[in-house]
C-alpha cells in the first residue's frame, strides 16, 4: 500500500499559475501509475493527468493539454498547472496504481491508493 498526502492548492485568478504535490510513502516501488484527478460536485471525478514512474511516459486529458504537466521525482508527484481557468477549480486528488498506465490510465477501479485531496479554486 502507498500513502499520498497531496500538498499546494490555493487559490488564483484566471490565467495564474499553480504548482500541486503529492509525497508519496510505503510500497512505492509496486507502484507502475501515478496520476492527478479533480472532482467537483458537477462533473464528478476526472482524470487530468497520469505518469509511469518507470519510463516516465506521461498521459493529459484534452482538458488540460498543452496546459497541465504531470511529473514524478523523489517520491513525490507533481502537478503543474499554467494558464488555469475558472472550470479547472476543483479538488485535486492524487492516485497510485499496480497496473500499467497504458491501458486506461484515468480508470479509477485500477488505482488503490488515493490521497484527500487539495482545493484549487480560481476566480475570474
Known amino acids: 500500500q502507498v500513502q499520498l498526502v497531496e500538498s499546494g492548492g490555493g487559490s488564483v485568478q484566471t490565467g495564474g499559475s499553480l504548482k500541486v504535490s503529492c509525497a508519496a510513502s510505503g510500497d512505492t516501488d509496486g507502484t507502475y501509475c501515478l496520476a492527478w484527478f479533480r472532482r467537483t460536485s458537477e462533473k464528478g471525478r476526472e482524470g487530468v493527468a497520469a505518469i509511469a514512474p518507470i519510463g516516465g511516459r506521461t498521459y493529459t486529458a484534452d482538458s488540460v493539454k498543452g496546459r497541465f504537466s504531470i511529473s514524478w521525482a523523489g517520491s513525490t508527484l507533481y502537478l503543474e498547472m499554467n494558464n488555469l481557468q475558472p472550470e479547472d477549480t476543483a479538488t485535486y486528488i492524487c492516485?497510485?496504481?499496480?497496473?500499467?498506465?497504458?491501458?486506461?490510465?484515468?480508470?479509477?477501479?485500477?488505482?488503490?491508493?488515493w490521497g484527500q485531496g487539495t482545493q484549487v479554486t480560481v476566480s475570474s
Open positions: 492516485a497510485a496504481s499496480i497496473y500499467r498506465c497504458r491501458v486506461d490510465p484515468y480508470n479509477t477501479r485500477a488505482y488503490n491508493s
